[in-house]
């Protein structure tokens, strides 16, 4: 465990003036508050803060922002109050303490809202003091590095998944890459973890063979350099796993495709030596003059700089080279913190603040929000920092993030001009609403009065703004329709018992039974009927609850005489709040237990399962998606298909199938096919009981002799 002495000692290193008081009394004070707290690992709470304490001091920063993170728990886990933390140790550490305190203890919400929440806490706090959310990164590291305590895989899953969606995409936007590639590879392991095994086999092969390949490039460049009297320093890296397996989905390549798995790093002392380097590095190797990038002219928004260039190396290989300062390779690593030492005041100076106009935009956006799926949804779009620039027809410059469309600028003009736009002209000629804007381009919407929204442009818009404009239209559509289909629901079957559901809501007993499921309006109750997310006898049990009583009775009698019926099956899912239900698994995505899942009503059918991360998921309106989960009593084989790549070799075959019998799995289908290069492909579907077995297989099937890579495959891949 961190000691206080370790971190004291780093503060000393880097700022031997420091007045360190204040972390002495934090320590102190964190330390009886905790006490008696312990963490999943077994370890006394307070090991939590010192680690995180510690991070910050990797950091280099101030003394109240370490103090912070020695406190930064104690207001929600102990008695202690922002009020007890000003008086003790003065409004700055208690702003950065409040700021990152979480609101756990919200009345009356999903665990959704109550992250949407703190999410929305941290952003308003951060914006006049990114102190806050540097110490949020921290936690969240250290929380990732022992998420193997969680003995919960979906626990695990859930909080990776978030770490992913939001952590990450902040630590990039702050420019702190060593944070954001460490919280993306654990993430990837608990997320994917099939995926991510599949990718470090596939790396730690490639390591065996290229260590002489590094070896020689190093060489060769550390020559030139001594050449051109360019002192400098060379690193060769590995792309991290999360990194490769993105590049191979965004641009649909095999591993081996992946030329700058390998890359080279060159630290020099001054920005002409910068380009002298990079002028020797063309003079040894042709380079690839598209993949030139200057980022030094041109720095990124989270002021990372370095010249990016890609050689054909030795071998007639690919080779990614990177070029920057030593000063220059501190803040690629450390971003913002680079620039928040223990030296700063407690703003951000004004030309650094600019870089981050996008916190301000966050908190703008946020007010807008009331739903939180929406809220979580847009602030992830937010993170990304790609924009463009494009000219009204009067020549006035609109920013919209990159791969934009005309549907994006309407919404941006106006909310009345998106809904009705039918057509754009770019440049003056008459493009598709597809289309993808460039910087410069000059735009112009075509209107059309009492036109409405289309459901297939949230398939293509970027912006928050269109996107929620358009579920908001989408979502009043179907809520109108759900209406009229819940009310014709419910009378039928209020009728069939008996009862009239008209005189009911007149009495104003249906507004007691929609306040029961948690609605604020009967209309939102019979809305809720109709969309399926509750059934016409949910709601007369609960309106008429000694009807549900005597059809007990009633088959309590019946299974006395005919002895106890058989439940029904439920296919080893739990659907919330639905009992019986028509349950289907699609066939686009073949989820497994142990997948991330989500069900999708369809009216009449009942509800289809899909994995959460599946491609058609994203296209659904949130209104019909219901919370699933997998059942713990259930055992059933479902079918689960996988690609193995290999050098073709007599009798691979019989070795595959036989790993997949030793797990007790059946092979419902198998194909091969050898392709011109010799290299063969197996494709099987087989019947496995979870994504554990299934990656055991797989795991299996990698270390049969040839075979390269083993991948689950899905129909939307």
């Not at 665990?111 to 952003?123: D, H, N, V």
Request: aromatic share 8%.
């Amino acid at each position: 465990m961190i000691r206080i002495t370790d971190i004291l000692e780093k503060i000393w290193e880097y700022n031997p003036e420091g007045d360190t008081d204040v972390i002495d009394r934090a320590y102190i004070y964190s330390a009886q508050v905790h006490d008696g707290q312990m963490r999943l690992s077994g370890e006394p709470y307070l090991s939590h803060p010192l680690e995180v304490a510690d991070i910050l001091a990797d950091m280099r920063l101030d003394a109240d922002s370490i103090a912070a993170a020695l406190l930064h728990d104690v207001i929600e886990d102990t008695p202690a109050t922002k009020e007890d933390i000003e008086n003790m140790f003065g409004p700055s550490v208690a702003h950065i303490v409040s700021g990152v305190t979480k609101l756990s203890a919200l009345p009356s919400t999903t665990k959704i809202s109550q992250q949407a929440e703190s999410l929305r806490k941290m952003i308003l706090a951060m914006a006049d003091d990114i102190r806050v959310v540097l110490i949020k990164l921290a936690d969240r590291l250290h929380n990732m590095r022992t998420l193997n305590y969680h003995r919960s895989p979906k626990k695990q899953a859930g909080i990776a998944q978030e770490t992913l969606d939001i952590y990450a995409p902040i630590a990039a936007r702050l420019g702190i890459f060593w944070i954001k590639h460490e919280l993306e590879e654990i993430a990837f392991y608990y997320t994917m973890r099939d995926e991510y095994e599949r990718i470090h086999a596939m790396v730690n092969r490639a390591k065996d063979e290229k260590e002489n390949y590094i070896q020689e490039v190093n060489e060769k460049l550390l020559k030139k350099m001594k050449e051109m009297d360019l002192t400098c320093d060379i690193k060769g890296r590995y792309k991290q796993h999360y990194s490769i397996y993105q590049k191979m989905m965004s641009q649909s390549l095999e591993f081996n495709e992946v030329y700058d798995i390998v890359a080279f790093r060159i630290i020099l002392d001054s920005v002409p030596q910068c380009y002298a380097a990079m002028g020797a590095i063309h003079s040894l190797w042709k380079p690839i003059y598209y993949k030139i990038k200057d980022y030094i002219g041109n720095p990124k928004p989270n002021m990372y700089q370095s010249i990016h260039t890609t050689v054909v190396g030795p071998r007639g290989e690919r080779v990614e080279i990177q070029i920057r300062t030593s000063d220059m390779d501190q803040i690629a690593e450390s971003g913002i913190a680079a620039h928040w030492s223990y030296k700063e005041g407690t703003k951000v100076d004004e030309s650094t603040g600019e870089l981050f106009a996008w916190i301000r935009k966050l908190v703008e956006n946020q007010e807008n929000y009331n739903d939180p799926d929406e809220f979580l949804e847009n602030v992830r779009i937010d993170l990304y920092p790609d924009e463009i620039y494009v000219f009204t027809p009067q020549g006035e410059i609109k920013i919209l993030p990159k791969q934009a469309t005309p549907v994006d600028f309407a919404y941006l003009i106006h909310t009345e001009v998106g809904a009705q736009c039918t057509g754009a002209k770019v440049n003056g000629k008459l493009v598709p609403l597809t289309q993808l804007l460039k910087t410069g381009d000059k735009v112009s919407i075509i209107t059309t009065k009492d036109h409405n929204p289309s459901p297939d442009w949230l398939n293509f818009v970027k912006t928050v703004k269109a996107k929620t404009k358009i579920r908001a239209w989408i979502n009043a559509q179907e809520k109108e329709r759900s209406y009229s289909l819940g009310r014709e629901m419910c009378e039928k079957t209020f009728r069939k018992k008996n009862q009239s559901f008209n005189a009911l809501v007149k009495s104003g007993e249906m507004m007691r039974v929609a306040e029961i499921f948690g609605f604020k309006s009967v209309d939102d109750l019979i809305a809720n009927v109709g969309f399926g997310k509750l059934t016409p006898l949910q709601v007369l049990s609960k309106a008429k609850p000694e009807l549900e009583k005597q059809e007990e009775k009633k088959e309590s009698i019946i299974s006395k005489i005919v002895g106890r019926r058989k439940k029904k099956s439920t296919n080893g899912i739990i659907v919330e709040g639905l009992n019986d239900i028509l349950v289907r698994f699609s066939k686009c995505c073949n989820p497994l237990p142990g997948d991330s899942i989500i069900g999708y009503i369809t009216q009449g059918q009942g509800v289809t399962i899909h994995r959460k991360n599946c491609l058609n998921v994203m296209k659904m309106s949130d209104e019909r998606q219901i919370e699933v989960q997998w059942s713990d009593n259930f055992t059933e084989s479902y079918p689960a298909s996988i690609k193995v790549r290999t050098d073709d070799r007599f009798g691979l075959l019989a070795d595959i199938a036989s790993v997949i019998s030793k797990y007790k799995s059946n092979i419902l289908i198998a194909k091969t096919e050898t392709k011109e290069t010799g290299v063969g492909l197996f494709y099987f579907t087989i019947l496995v009981g979870s994504t554990d077995q299934l990656r055991k297989i797989m795991t299996d099937i990698r270390k049969v002799k040839k075979v390269m890579d083993v991948k689950r495959i899905v129909k939307n891949d």
